[in-house]
């Protein structure tokens, strides 16, 4: 069972940086993509960045040049520095997965993959902006 884990939300003030990371368990194809998202109150989710396996990175319009997107393969595990905050960033931030799924066959004793990508998702933590 994939699961993520969000941690690095909180409060401050406009101008300041936080670090947000999650970190990725289970089994899933080591060839994915993995984002950050976020939905502000009364507003529909929106792409924050993404980064491929290959290290290939994404970003929404409203965050190219404040937020850098990283990831460690070894571990599983993605950071989003946020930098240059503005009230606008506050929202809830998830964590996205995007893979096939891997599951072991005793019969071969070697694994195989979903043939579909599946989204998974983090439970979200709290960003706010404000002075």
């Known amino acids: 069972q994939v699961q993520l884990v969000e941690s690095g939300g909180g409060l401050v003030q406009p101008g300041g940086s936080l670090r947000l990371s999650c970190a990725a368990s289970g089994s899933f194809d080591s060839r994915n993509i993995m984002g950050w998202y976020r939905q502000a109150p009364g507003k529909q989710r929106e792409l924050v960045a993404t980064i491929t396996s290959g290290g290939r990175r994404n970003y929404g319009d409203s965050v190219k040049g404040r937020f850098t997107i990283s990831r460690d393969n070894a571990k599983n595990t993605m950071s989003l520095q946020m930098n240059s905050l503005k009230p606008e960033d506050t929202a809830v931030y998830y964590c996205?997965?995007?893979?096939?799924?891997?599951?072991?066959?005793?019969?071969?004793?070697?694994?195989?993959?979903?043939?579909?990508?599946?989204?998974?998702w983090g439970q979200g933590t709290q960003v706010t902006v404000s002075s």
């Open positions: 996205n997965l995007d893979a096939r799924s891997r599951s072991y066959d005793p019969e071969s004793g070697g694994y195989y993959y979903a043939s579909d990508e599946e989204d998974y």
